[in-house]
């Protein structure tokens, strides 16, 4: 990072690292009166969890005018990129810099090349309604409403404390929209809101055929948010047409129950064999407490 200050002198910088249960200070280092950009490289160490960096600054002097300035942030070697290679597998896409990523992280809304290729691929070929980032609404999904409990639009924090996510994965700020499970007030442990997907055409042959190297390769891939004690249940189900008239056949693909902490985390569920058109429902139950469960 890059560093500008004056009358920074008896100042102290401190690199905290946050994670999810725990806080401690990585390194430390003293201000000065340079004025002028200076480069400050500080060592973050071994993190073996999702954590935030934290810069604090303890100015004891009363100096004035004083100032710090920050610019040109980054992660030098903090990340466990694979060698460059020519030889990505079958279930794996190459990025312009030859370096291989898993074909599930390809039209995730999530840029994971360097320069963003894998999210170039013909995504928005994809129907709205299976590409969704809920900026310009539910993209043709239903949340119903059972029991003054139902899915909403939100941007920002959650509107209950302690609980929900602060803002949207698609952009990482309070500006961008996801969706949220809203429950009534008060003891309503056990309440359940579903948010269902148009019905969509079953998946290409190729989907369960064997044989095919894109056999099993349909998904569904989404970002959950479950923050907040007591927090309920977020399940995934897919109901597909039967031959008898007006019948379904539902099958859960995927849940999680608990407290999973403030971040965002990615799930990437394969369809079964599906011959038969078939919709994705979510359902989200509420905890003993607020149970701010969130999409996107």
């Keep these: ?42 060592l973050i160490g071994l993190v073996s969890q999702p954590f935030k960096v934290m810069l604090e600054i303890i100015n004891p002097a009363s100096a004035y005018p004083s100032h710090v300035a920050l610019d040109d942030v980054r992660a030098v070697d903090c990340y466990d990129r694979k060698r460059p ?8 896409f190459q ?7 898993e074909n599930n992280q390809v039209c995730d809304i999530t840029p994971d090349c360097v320069d963003g290729e894998d999210e170039e691929q013909d995504c928005d070929k994809i ?18 409403e059972t029991e003054d409990s139902k899915w909403i639009l939100n941007k920002g924090e959650s509107p209950n404390l302690r609980t929900g996510p602060s803002y949207d994965h698609t952009y990482q700020n309070a500006t961008g929209t996801y969706v949220m499970a809203k429950f009534p007030s008060g003891r309503a442990f056990g309440r359940q809101t579903i948010l269902s997907s148009p019905w969509f055409e079953p998946p290409p042959y190729y989907h369960r055929n064997p ?20 927090m309920g249940e ?8 039967e031959t008898t008239p007006g019948k379904t ?20 569920v394969m369809l079964p064999n599906i011959s038969n058109p078939f919709q994705l429902q979510f359902v989200a139950s509420r905890g003993v407490g607020h149970s701010d469960i969130a999409l996107d």
């Design 211 to 230: 044989y095919s190297q894109y056999y099993n390769s349909c998904e569904v891939r989404f970002f959950f948010h479950k923050f907040g004690l007591n």
């Design 127 to 144: 129907p709205r309604s299976a590409f969704c980032t809920f900026e310009d609404g539910f993209c043709g999904w239903n949340a119903s």
């Design 249 to 268: 056949r539902e099958t859960l693909l995927w849940r999680s129950y608990g407290n999973k902490g403030d971040i965002w985390w990615k799930a990437s």
């Design 85 to 92: 290679t020519t030889d990505c597998t079958f279930h794996q």
């Design 95 to 101: 990025c312009d810099d030859l370096i291989c990523i």
């Design 234 to 241: 977020l399940a995934l189900y897919v109901a597909e047409t």
């Design 1 to 42: 990072m890059a560093l500008h200050m004056y009358q920074m002198d008896l100042a102290t910088f401190q690199v905290v690292i946050k994670a999810r249960n725990s806080t401690w200070e990585s390194t430390s280092f003293h201000g000065n009166s340079a004025h002028k950009w200076e480069k400050q490289t500080q």
